[in-house]
């Protein structure tokens, strides 16, 4: 089983800028895609960004221009750098990941716990 682990949200100023981060742990597992989701109170979760193992990144078109989404490989981590936020943005950030897990290999898709993002003044 794949565990992911969010840290990183927090309360900001319109304009200001957070680091997400988000990460994987278990054993045998491989991870294809990696993805940040975001929830605003009494909203659907919704694309934010996501990354392919091999770095290939697409972007809701909300956020483009200013949020960055990374991942290190070898760390199994993938990171949401956020700036110029807006109080829009505030919202309730999921961590998700799928791949191949265990043995024999069987697809996995995961989800972290959440971490929530304030943007007010």
């Known amino acids: 089983q794949v565990q992911l682990a969010e840290s990183g949200g927090g309360l900001v100023q319109p304009g200001g800028s957070l680091r997400l981060s988000c990460a994987a742990s278990?054993?045998?597992?491989?991870?294809?895609?990696m993805a940040w989701y975001h929830q605003a109170p009494g909203k659907q979760r919704e694309l934010v960004a996501h990354?392919?193992?091999?770095?290939?990144?697409t972007y809701a078109d909300s956020v483009k221009g200013r949020f960055t989404i990374s991942r290190d490989n070898l760390k199994n981590t993938v990171y949401l750098q956020m700036n110029s936020l807006k109080p829009e943005d505030t919202a309730v950030y999921y961590c998700?990941?799928?791949?191949?897990?265990?043995?024999?290999?069987?697809?996995?898709?995961?989800w972290g716990q959440g971490t929530p993002v304030t943007v007010s003044s």
């Open positions: 998700n990941a799928e791949g191949v897990a265990g043995y024999p290999p069987r697809d996995f898709r995961s």
């Open positions: 278990g054993s045998g597992f491989s991870i294809y895609v």
């Open positions: 990354i392919s193992s091999g770095g290939t990144t």
